[in-house]
C-alpha cells in the first residue's frame, strides 16, 4: 500500500515538473522573443508546439509512413509535419504559420498565436492526409465481363477486288490523258 502511495506521488511529481517546464519554456520563449536572439526564440516556439504534437502522432496507425516530423535549423528554422507541410514563425515571430508547398505554390494552411488551434489544424490535414492515402490504396476491380451472344463472325471480303479495281482505273485513266494529249498534239 505505501509503495503505490510513492509511485502515485512521483507520477504526480513527473507531471506537475513536466507542465512546470513547459511553462518555463512559454516563460523564456517569450522573454527571448523581444531580445536580439530571435532565431532561438523561434525555435523554442516550435519546440513546444513539438510536444503538443506528441499525442496526435502517437496516436497515427503504425503502418502509416506519411508524416515525418521534425525541427529543421535553418535561417528559417521549420517545424516539418510531412515532406510538403510546415510549420513556421510568422514575421513578428510570436505566430504560427502553417503552410504546405503545392504545384502552384505555397498556401497557408492556418495560422495562429495559439498552440492548440495549432494542433486543431495539424490534426485536420493529418486526418485529409490518411483519407487520401487510403483511396489512393484502394483497387478497383476490373469490371466482370459481360456475357456476349456468340455470333458468327462477318465474312470479310477479299482485298484483292479492290485492288484489281484500283488497278483497272488508274489504266483506264492513263489511257484516256495519253489519248487526249495525243489528239492535241495534230
Do not use: C, N
Request: glycine residues 6%; aromatic residues 6%; neutral net charge.
Amino acid at each position: 500500500m505505501a509503495e503505490q502511495g510513492v509511485s502515485s506521488d512521483s507520477a504526480g511529481k513527473t507531471v506537475r515538473l513536466r507542465d512546470a517546464l513547459r511553462k518555463a519554456r512559454i516563460e523564456a520563449a517569450d522573454r527571448t522573443s523581444v531580445v536580439v536572439d530571435l532565431r532561438d526564440a523561434e525555435v523554442a516556439r516550435l519546440e513546444i508546439l513539438h510536444e503538443a504534437l506528441d499525442s496526435l502522432f502517437s496516436e497515427i496507425p503504425a503502418g502509416v509512413d506519411l508524416f515525418d516530423r521534425g525541427i529543421s535549423q535553418g535561417d528559417t528554422p521549420r517545424l516539418w509535419i510531412d515532406s510538403v507541410a510546415h510549420i513556421s514563425m510568422g514575421r513578428d515571430k510570436r505566430i504560427y504559420r502553417f503552410t504546405q508547398d503545392t504545384r502552384f505554390g505555397r498556401i497557408v494552411l492556418a495560422e495562429s498565436h495559439d498552440v492548440p488551434v495549432m494542433v486543431d489544424a495539424v490534426t485536420d490535414y493529418i486526418a485529409r492526409r490518411m483519407i487520401e492515402r487510403e483511396h489512393a490504396m484502394i483497387v478497383t476491380p476490373a469490371p466482370a465481363p459481360s456475357p456476349v451472344a456468340t455470333v458468327a463472325p462477318a465474312k470479310r471480303r477479299s482485298g484483292l477486288w479492290t485492288f484489281a479495281f484500283g488497278f483497272a482505273a488508274g489504266l483506264a485513266a492513263l489511257f484516256g490523258f495519253a489519248l487526249v494529249m495525243a489528239l492535241r498534239g495534230l
